[in-house]
T-cell receptor, first 116, second 116 residues
Framework: GAGVSQTPSNKVTEKGKYVELRCDPI?????LYWYRQSLGQGPEFLIY????????DSGLPNDRFFAVRPEGSVSTLKIQRTERGDSAVYLC??????????????FGPGTRLTVL | AQKVTQAQTEISVVEKEDVTLDCVYE???????LFWYKQPPSGELVFLIR??????QNEISGRYSWNFQKSTSSFNFTITASQVVDSAVYFC?????????????FGAGTRLFVKA
């Protein structure tokens, strides 16, 4: 079956612009996660969805970052007024269930965002 | 607060050597989950193992083995008879199970080079 997919694979934008990054989780997975990975670092948690709702958004760095999952499947990470420091690989993961289970997260290939 | 420390930034071994990757974690929860992921040069994170805090039994899977010790808050990963294909960055991760979500904290990773 298909894994987690992310589009675009690469995104180059200019400082101050708005970007949207898309994640298609594995069909049937109710939990969806966004992470950011800077060069030489481990993935940094941003937000976790259980169904349509954001169960934990404590990792979003500031109010320029926002994510939605309106139908409980595809999710979009939105970044307003991009800054050069936002440049990183944005990873999405999904898992079959979330709360109170020891779930395995399946990761997508990531979107490499470069802010010039 | 959650924290995962992977003190080894890079390890270089010769093929067929055994190698152990260290992971030390911090958490205040009694229920938590520990993970190891592999990130090959292609970039996509691959799940290797999950352990919950109530199961300290060590696990072996082929050439891979894991040693979980709650007394020292460690979850070390050993590759026996390493191969060139094991070259990758390995991440240890922790998620706390009672917080209403699955915020997962990753260590900074250990880059393993296996030379032929």
């Amino acid at each position: 079956g298909a894994g987690v997919s992310q589009t675009p694979s690469n995104k180059v934008t200019e400082k101050g612009k708005y970007v949207e990054l898309r994640c298609d989780p594995i069909s049937g997975h109710t939990a969806l996660y966004w992470y950011r990975q800077s060069l030489g670092q481990g993935p940094e948690f941003l937000i976790y969805f259980q169904g349509t709702g954001a169960a934990d958004d404590s990792g979003l760095p500031n109010d320029r970052f926002f994510a939605v999952r309106p139908e409980g499947s595809v999710s979009t990470l939105k970044i307003q007024r991009t800054e050069r420091g936002d440049s990183a690989v944005y990873l999405c993961a999904s898992s079959l269930a979330g709360l109170a289970t020891d779930n395995e997260q399946f990761f997508g290939p990531g979107t490499r965002l470069t802010v010039l | 607060a959650q924290k995962v420390t992977q003190a080894q930034t890079e390890i270089s071994v010769v093929e067929k050597e055994d190698v152990t990757l260290d992971c030390v974690y911090e958490t205040r929860d009694t229920t938590y989950y520990l993970f190891w992921y592999k990130q090959p040069p292609s970039g996509e994170l691959v799940f290797l193992i999950r352990r919950n805090s109530f199961d300290e039994q060590n696990e072996i899977s082929g050439r891979y083995s894991w040693n979980f010790q709650k007394s020292t808050s460690s979850f070390n990963f050993t590759i026996t008879a390493s191969q060139v294909v094991d070259s990758a960055v390995y991440f240890c991760a922790l998620s706390e199970g009672n917080t209403g979500g699955f915020k997962t904290i990753f260590g900074a990773g250990t880059r393993l080079f296996v030379k032929a």
